[in-house]
């Protein structure tokens, strides 16, 4: 995706409106307009990288930065009891928008939301080959 045609990097740079909480030269935050739960926000760098493959690792880092800030915001403004912080790449991931991004979701008891997954039970054995798998 060409980042003319790209939507958060329209959204990123001002020229769609937003319900934005925070701005900075490298990031703009915004409220989810679909959100999970009251409070879900979404961190948005302003240049352009498809997802967590591509993203420079200067920013990567200071988007974690940006995510500890608002969490605090959020828990201490909304009184949230938990927080999902998601980042999902590749379409069968959940991500929708080929823009790297992160939500946070604030949790509240009772909420309904899951998200979760369903833990698998794999031998010691299969552990011990996907561990061999990703280092060797």
Known sequence: MKKEDCIFCKIAAGEIPSGTLYEDEQFRVILDLGPATKGHTLILPKEHTANLYELPDETAAEAMKLAKKMALLLKDKLHCDGLNLVQNNGEVAGQTV???????????????????????????????????????
């Open 98 to 136: 080929s823009h790297f991004h992160l939500h946070l979701i604030p949790r509240y008891k009772g909420d309904g939301q899951k998200i979760n997954w369903v833990p698998s039970e794999p031998s010691r054995e299969e552990l011990e080959a996907v561990r061999k798998e990703i280092t060797e």
